[in-house]
C-alpha cells in the first residue's frame, strides 16, 4: 500500500472542487437494495443494476454503507479488512466497475469510511491483544483494571452496558464505544493515523469521489480516562441513543468529541487535497454539543467539507420553530461551515412511520417536508426507500438482526425496521428485490408503493421527488446560496435562498389547515415547476394544507 505521505499530482484547476456544496446525496444500504446473485443479501452487482433509477431520480452522489470484509456482527461496521470487499457484496472489480458506471451516469461516488474502531478479528487488534510488548499493542485503547477489578472508569457503550471488555490475554481492559466486538482505535498513536491515511488513499486511487465518516467525533479519547460527570435528568435527550439507554444520562466530554480530533481531520484534509476534487462529510453523535462540534469540524478550509448531526434525526418531530432554531443556530456558531441535512438514514426510524403517520395526509405531509429538506442551506442524504414513502417495518422479534435491538427489546426495535429490502415490482417475489429469502423480511404494505407502482404517475412522491430535484437544479441559490429567514408563525417556514442575481422566497406549510404568510413588499414572481399549487405574486402568500410556493424576487 502506498504511503499516506506520498503526494498525489497537483490537481486539475477545471475540474469543480466544490461540487459538494449543495449536493444531494442518495444512501444506499448494499444489503438491501438489490440481490444479484439470489442469496437474500444485497450486493454490489445489484447497485450497478439499479444505478440508471439512482440517475434518474437527479441526485448528485451516492453513498454507500460499508461493503468491506467484516464478519458482520454490526452488518460491516466492524471491518476486519479495510482494503478489500466482503466475499458478500462481490469483489473489488465489482466495485470498479460500481464506480465507472455511476461516473458514465454523471454520479459521485461517496463510500462510508468506518475509522473509529475495527472488528477483533482485525488483524491489527489480534495482534495488539497478544501481549503488552508487541509492535502494535499501543494501536487500541486499553486500561488497566481498577484495584477491585472493576473497569477503569465509567464510560458506557452506545450499544449498551460498560464500554470496556477484559480481555485475558492482556489482562486489560481495552475500549469500545459499541459493541464489544468493535475495539476501538487509538488515534493518539501516529502509526493508527497514517494506517488509517493509507487506506483512505487506496480508495481515493480507486476512484472514489469521497466519504462518509462514521461517528468522526469518536475517534480520540481523553488519556486521562476521567469519569463522565452524571448529566442531569432535564438536559437529557434521545437525539444519539434511544431513551431507554443509559448512556444517556452521562455528560460524554471525555469519551469523545475531543479537540485533539482537529488535528487529525487536518491531515485527512491534507490528503483529500492532493486530489481533483474529493469531499468528505462527517457524522457527528452529540446530544448536547451536535452544532458546536459540527462547526469546529467544517470552519475555514482545512477539515471536512461537511458534517451532519442528529438534530432532524431525533424522534422529536420536525417543527416549523425548529427548523428555525437549528438552522439559525448553525449559522451563528459556523458561519464558514457547511452542514448535511437529512431526516433519515439506515440507523433511525422511517419519517413516514415516525412523523407522518399521524397527519391527515401522510403523502403530502412527505412531500412538503421533503422539499423542506432539498430547500435548506447545506447540502442534503436521502435515504434509499424514502422517495418511495416506505414505513418503518413492523418485524417480530425471532426476525431481529441488529444486536442493538435485540439488546433493548420491545421498548427500543432496533435499526432493522428501516434497513429492509427495497421494492422495485409490487407483484415481483419480494418486491424484486431477489428470489432467495431476504435476510430480512419485505413487509406486504411496502409492496404497493413498489417503483414500478409509482413510476410515471404524476401524483407519487416518487414523481414528486424527480420533479423537485430537477427543479433544484434549474436554481443555483437552492443549492448553494445564502439562507434568510422571514417571520412566520404557526406551522408555517419561510426564508430566502440568495445566490449571485439569484434570489427566491421558499414557503412551506407544514400543517393541514390552510395559511397565509406575509413576505412584505417587493416584488415577487412565482416560480413554476416545483409540483406545489399555492397562490402567489401578491402579498400575502396563501398556502393550502402541506403547501409550498416559490417566487423569485426582483
Known amino acids: 500500500m502506498q504511503s499516506a505521505l506520498k503526494a498525489a499530482s497537483r490537481p486539475d484547476p477545471a475540474v469543480d472542487r466544490d461540487w459538494w456544496r449543495g449536493a444531494v446525496i442518495y444512501q444506499i444500504y448494499p444489503r438491501s437494495y438489490q440481490d444479484s446473485n439470489d442469496d437474500g443479501i444485497g450486493d454490489l452487482k445489484g447497485i450497478v443494476r439499479r444505478l ?17 470484509k467484516s464478519p458482520m456482527k454490526d452488518f460491516g461496521y466492524d471491518v476486519s479488512d479495510y482494503c478489500d470487499v466482503d466475499p458478500m457484496f462481490g469483489t473489488l472489480a465489482d466495485f470498479d466497475a460500481l464506480v465507472a458506471e455511476a461516473h458514465r451516469l454523471g454520479l459521485k461516488v461517496m463510500i462510508d469510511e468506518v475509522l473509529s474502531h475495527t472488528a477483533d478479528i482485525h488483524p491489527w487488534f489480534k495482534e495488539s491483544r497478544s501481549s503488552r510488548t508487541n509492535a502494535k499493542a499501543d494501536w487500541y485503547v486499553w486500561a488497566d483494571a481498577k484495584p477491585d477489578g472493576t473497569p477503569p472508569n465509567n464510560w458506557l457503550s452506545i450499544f449498551g452496558g460498560s464500554a470496556w471488555q477484559w480481555d485475558t490475554s492482556r489482562q486489560q481492559y481495552y475500549l469500545h464505544n459499541f459493541l464489544a466486538e468493535q475495539p476501538d482505535l487509538n488515534f493518539h498513536n501516529r502509526e493508527v493515523q ?3 491515511l493509507d487506506v483512505t488513499r487506496f480508495w481515493l486511487e480507486r476512484g472514489v469521489d469521497g466519504f ?4 468522526i467525533n469518536f475517534y480520540f479519547h481523553s488519556q486521562g480516562l476521567e469519569d463522565n460527570p452524571p448529566l442531569p435528568p432535564e438536559q437529557r435527550n434521545d ?16 469519551d469523545k468529541s475531543r479537540p485533539e480530533n482537529l488535528g487529525f481531520l487536518e491531515r485527512f484534509r491534507a490528503l483529500l487535497d492532493e486530489y481533483p476534487a474529493q469531499a468528505a462529510v462527517g457524522e457527528v453523535g452529540d446530544s448536547q454539543r451536535g452544532l458546536e462540534v459540527v462547526a469546529a469540524y467544517t470552519a475555514g478550509a482545512k477539515r471536512v467539507h461537511m458534517c451532519y448531526s442528529f438534530d ?8 416549523a420553530a425548529k427548523v428555525r432554531a437549528v438552522l439559525e443556530a448553525f449559522g451563528r456558531v459556523a458561519s464558514d461551515g457547511w452542514s448535511c441535512w437529512a431526516f433519515s438514514n439506515h440507523d433511525v426510524m422511517r419519517p413516514a412511520s415516525r412523523w407522518a403517520a399521524d397527519e391527515a395526509d401522510p403523502i403530502a405531509y412527505l412531500k412538503v417536508i421533503s422539499a423542506l429538506l432539498m430547500s435548506l442551506r447545506g447540502s442534503v442524504c436521502i435515504y434509499q426507500g424514502e422517495e418511495l414513502g416506505l414505513g418503518e417495518a413492523e418485524l417480530k422479534f425471532e426476525d431481529l438482526q441488529d444486536p442493538y435491538g435485540i439488546r433493548f427489546w420491545p421498548e427500543f426495535k432496533g435499526r ?22 431476504p435476510w430480512l423480511p419485505v413487509p406486504g404494505k411496502h409492496l404497493s408503493q413498489a417503483v414500478n407502482v409509482q413510476q410515471g404517475d404524476a401524483s407519487s412522491l416518487l414523481e414528486h421527488y424527480r420533479r423537485f430535484l430537477a427543479f433544484r437544479r434549474q ?6 446560496g445564502d439562507i434568510d429567514f422571514i417571520e412566520s408563525d404557526g406551522d408555517t417556514v419561510a426564508f430566502t435562498r440568495r445566490e449571485g442575481n439569484e434570489r427566491i422566497a421558499c414557503v412551506f406549510n407544514l400543517g393541514s389547515k390552510p395559511a397565509e404568510v406575509d413576505l412584505g413588499k417587493g416584488s415577487l414572481q412565482p416560480l413554476p415547476g416545483h409540483g406545489f399549487s399555492g397562490q402567489g405574486g401578491t402579498v400575502p402568500v396563501r398556502l393550502g394544507g402541506y403547501g409550498a410556493w416559490f417566487g423569485r424576487i426582483d
Open 475 to 480: 436554481h443555483p441559490a437552492l443549492g448553494k
Open 52 to 68: 440508471p433509477y439512482i440517475a434518474s431520480l437527479g441526485v448528485d452522489a451516492i453513498w454507500i454503507s460499508p461493503f468491506f
Open 212 to 215: 462518509r465518516l462514521d461517528t
Open 312 to 319: 432532524f434525526l431525533a424522534p422529536e418531530k420536525i417543527s
Open 416 to 437: 432493522d425496521g428501516c434497513r429492509t429490502p427495497m421494492v422495485w415490482e409490487a407483484a415481483a417475489k419480494n418486491g424484486g428485490f431477489s428470489t432467495a429469502k
Open 194 to 196: 497514517d494506517a488509517l
Open 239 to 254: 437525539q444519539t441513543a434511544p431513551a431507554v439507554n443509559p448512556y444517556n444520562y452521562q455528560d460524554h466530554i471525555y
